[in-house]
């Protein structure tokens, strides 16, 4: 860009002071002289207007072989701004397919407005990976400025979807501004990948969310009405709310409320609660626990069983929960 301004300006001085040479030495007006001026530069050769005197022969004769050279060296650096602009363009297009290529239990994000940005922000702040399908030239602006993985590409495309890595994806999140849009989003994604978990967004329209459940939706979420329920708890219940606010989100002090999946082959499978260690040894309490079928068994005895693919929701401090991550 640089470059380009000093081109622009040096090419503007060529012009002022061929019109004023010209004004000098051939005694014409401006217009004239910056006629003299353009027709030299641009090498049309002259018709019904020449240099009359020696001197502005000669001035000629040094306009053509300066600016004749200023011009060519302008457009050369011209296209070469263009050729190279492409050129590390699609090199880092590239380069950023190759990265998404190597993606596995990634999320894939379709649509980047208020809410897709928050989702976004969240995921890279918990260091997973994920994958934004957009097409807003606007929108993909920001996302290359924040340093996203992005495909610019229609989101309901079944070779966007593809490009995103969907076949390898651990989840889907549908968030484009239309109801039609992501339940389109919804089928193509379910198609493709009859394992993936699916969140759709809503507009809480009637019969919306069916639709995007019989599309293959795991989840169905209005943003309008998680934020209703959620000013109402402020209202109706504030200090419970507060304390989730804290346990969800306030990871400054310390205190978290996270999932920590069991797997079949680790050693708390078949344990007692009370046996596990996870209170005594890393200082948690175990809020729920939910099941492979979607039970939820809230508040658990120190009696029951944790069972392979459970999912323990624990409360407590977080590098007591990673660890206890690290263990299992």
């Given at each position: 860009?640089?470059?380009l301004?000093?081109l622009?300006?040096?090419?503007?001085?060529v012009?002022l002071?061929?019109?004023?040479?010209?004004?000098?030495?051939?005694?014409t007006?401006?217009?004239?002289g910056?006629?003299?001026?353009?027709?030299?530069?641009?090498t049309?050769?002259y018709g019904?207007?020449?240099?009359q005197?020696?001197?502005?022969?000669?001035f000629a004769?040094?306009?053509?072989?300066s600016?004749?050279g200023l011009?060519?060296?302008s457009?050369?650096?011209?296209?070469?701004?263009?050729?190279?602009g492409?050129?590390?363009e699609?090199?880092?297009?590239k380069?950023?397919?190759?990265?998404?290529?190597?993606?596995?239990?990634?999320?894939?994000?379709?649509?980047?407005?208020?809410?897709g940005?928050?989702?976004?922000?969240?995921?890279k702040?918990?260091?997973?990976p994920f994958?934004?399908?957009?097409?807003?030239?606007e929108?993909l602006?920001?996302?290359?400025r924040?340093?996203?993985?992005?495909?610019?590409?229609e989101?309901?495309?079944d070779?966007s979807?593809?490009?995103a890595g969907i076949?390898?994806?651990?989840g889907?999140?549908?968030?484009?501004?239309?109801?039609?849009?992501?339940l389109?989003i919804t089928l193509?994604?379910r198609?493709?990948?009859?394992?993936l978990?699916?969140?759709?967004r809503?507009s809480?329209?009637?019969?919306?969310?069916?639709?995007?459940?019989?599309?293959?939706?795991?989840?169905?979420?209005?943003?309008?009405?998680?934020?209703a329920?959620?000013?109402?708890?402020?209202i109706?219940?504030?200090?419970v709310?507060?304390f989730?606010?804290l346990a969800m989100?306030?990871?400054d002090?310390?205190l978290?409320?996270e999932?920590?999946?069991?797997?079949?082959n680790t050693?708390?499978?078949?344990q007692?609660?009370r046996?596990?260690?996870i209170?005594k040894?890393?200082?948690?309490i175990?809020?729920?626990?939910k099941?492979?079928?979607?039970e939820?068994?809230f508040?658990?005895?120190?009696d029951?069983?944790?069972?392979?693919?459970?999912?323990l929701?624990?409360?407590?401090?977080?590098k007591?929960?990673?660890?206890?991550?690290?263990?299992v």
């Amino acid at each position: 860009m640089r470059k380009l301004l000093v081109l622009s300006i040096l090419f503007f001085l060529v012009l002022l002071t061929g019109s004023l040479g010209f004004m000098k030495l051939e005694n014409t007006s401006f217009l004239d002289g910056l006629y003299f001026t353009v027709i030299t530069v641009a090498t049309v050769g002259y018709g019904d207007m020449v240099p009359q005197t020696p001197t502005g022969k000669t001035f000629a004769i040094f306009l053509v072989f300066s600016g004749v050279g200023l011009v060519m060296y302008s457009f050369s650096k011209l296209t070469e701004a263009m050729v190279e602009g492409g050129i590390r363009e699609a090199l880092e297009r590239k380069k950023m397919d190759r990265k998404i290529d190597k993606l596995k239990d990634h999320h894939i994000i379709c649509g980047f407005g208020r809410i897709g940005k928050v989702i976004s922000k969240i995921l890279k702040e918990e260091k997973l990976p994920f994958v934004i399908v957009e097409r807003d030239p606007e929108e993909l602006k920001e996302i290359e400025r924040l340093g996203y993985f992005s495909i610019a590409c229609e989101a309901s495309d079944d070779d966007s979807l593809l490009r995103a890595g969907i076949e390898r994806a651990k989840g889907l999140v549908a968030v484009v501004s239309s109801d039609a849009d992501n339940l389109y989003i919804t089928l193509t994604a379910r198609g493709l990948n009859p394992d993936l978990f699916i969140l759709a967004r809503s507009s809480g329209s009637k019969g919306s969310r069916t639709k995007l459940l019989r599309a293959g939706a795991s989840k169905v979420i209005s943003p309008y009405y998680i934020g209703a329920r959620r000013m109402a708890s402020l209202i109706v219940r504030p200090a419970v709310t507060d304390f989730i606010d804290l346990a969800m989100y306030a990871g400054d002090i310390g205190l978290t409320l996270e999932q920590v999946k069991v797997p079949e082959n680790t050693a708390f499978a078949g344990q007692k609660l009370r046996d596990s260690g996870i209170r005594k040894d890393f200082d948690l309490i175990v809020v729920a626990i939910k099941q492979p079928n979607d039970e939820m068994i809230f508040n658990p005895g120190p009696d029951t069983i944790l069972n392979g693919g459970d999912t323990l929701i624990v409360l407590g401090n977080n590098k007591h929960i990673s660890g206890l991550k690290k263990l299992v």
